[in-house]
Structure formats: C-alpha cells, structure tokens
C-alpha cells in the first residue's frame, strides 16, 4: 500500500464512530503507529505519555456502557431543537474497534527540572497531545481509524485502568481498520457545526478578536 504524504493524511484524517470494519488492527500495524506517536517532540526530552492498549471485550463493553450513560446524560440537558440534532450523531466506536488505546499523562516523568518547561508547565500535557497527533496521522496513513472519546468521568476511566494518582488520562482512542474515511466530517454532515474558515483563523502581525 503506497502511503500518503502528510498532507493528505492531514485531510483525509476523521473522528471514526460508526466505519470501523470490525476487524482488529494487527499488531506490527499497531506498533507502527504507537512507534510514531512515540517519535512526538515533547518539552526537554520527558516523553510524559504512556499508551495502555485495552482488548478484552469484558473491559471494552464496561467503558462502553459508562458512555453510553454520558451520552444520555449530555442528551438531557440539551435544549429540544439541539438534541433533535444531537439524536443520530454515533460518539464511540468503543467495542466496534475492538481495541482501546488510553493516552495517559505523567507531569512527573523527568523531575522537577524540566528544560522548557518551568515559565510554561502546560508545555508537559501539550506533548502528550502531540503523541496523539503523531498517532493519528500514522493511522489514517495505515487506513485505520481512530475515534476519540469524550463522554465519560475521569475518575471512572482511572479507575477502570488502575492508574496512580500521578497518571492522568488523556484520551480513550478507539482504533481499528476502517471500511471508509468519511469526505465530510459527521458533526459537519449531522449539521452540529460546520468548519471555520482558515481565514478567520489567521492573523498578521496583531491578534484581532473575530469571536466577539
């Protein structure tokens, strides 16, 4: 398979809910991408990440269903035109994927002197958001997919991967091969919100406030 540039995997790139093909992601592919996400520039060398792969379907239907009740939770405090909209939108992929791969953060790894960190400590967590950049570019250039989840209780999930107090998670990633990368984005088709022009988002030389 003829791999794509960055650019293209920058465009073709999804949150995958609902085109998970059922199969699940091999392990020389899987590692392919975790090598990426592992290859991430981060603050004064600390690599603050860590990547638990999670495949056992007791442990995936558990988090599943913990969604699931966020998700109605969310649904109820919607005003009634909004979670009309809100209705067909798929949020996870959890045991369609077949594999979970948690994101964790240790702001701890590499001491109390951290070169590049002390005037920006946000610095430590933005590298961790890199490594799942890294991997999800690695993935869509692999056509699998990744789904980020959103609704659910952090101290559920800590607690459900047996984390230290010191390991924050990050992010549930549902990851596995794909039948198809959507064109359109689905919050874009479902009609939640469409995209922001890249004019908008540009500004030269002073920051003007186009939100106000």
């Known amino acids: 398979m003829e791999c794509p540039s960055v650019y293209d995997a920058i465009r073709l790139r999804r949150d995958v809910r609902a085109e998970f093909t059922g199969e699940v992601v091999d392990d020389d592919t899987l590692l392919r991408i975790l090598d990426a996400a592992h290859r991430a520039p981060s603050v004064g060398n600390s690599m603050p990440w860590d990547f638990t792969v999670i495949r056992d379907p007791a442990m995936l239907t558990k988090f599943a269903d ?3 009740d966020k998700r109605r939770e ?5 005003p009634a035109d909004r979670a009309d909209t809100f209705d067909p939108i798929k949020i996870e992929g959890i045991t369609e994927s077949g594999t979970g791969i948690v994101v964790t953060h240790n702001q701890s790894r590499g001491g109390a002197h ?3 960190r002390a005037s920006v400590p946000e610095t430590g967590i933005y590298s961790t958001i890199l490594a799942i950049q890294n991997l999800w570019l690695a993935a869509t250039a692999e056509n699998v997919g990744v789904g980020w989840v959103s609704f659910y209780d ?3 999930l ?3 991967l047996n984390l230290p107090d010191h390991v924050k998670p990050v992010a549930w990633l549902c990851v596995g091969p794909v039948e198809k990368f959507q064109e359109v984005p689905d919050l874009e088709r479902f009609g ?3 995209r922001r022009p890249l004019e ?3 500004h030269w030389e002073r920051f003007t406030d186009r939100d106000a």
């Open 66 to 68: 913990h969604v699931a």
């Open 114 to 116: 951290v070169l590049g």
């Open 154 to 156: 952090t101290p559920v």
């Open 74 to 78: 969310f649904h109820a405090g919607l």
């Open 192 to 194: 939640w919100r469409t």
């Open 200 to 202: 908008s988002a540009v």
């Open 158 to 160: 800590a607690d459900l």
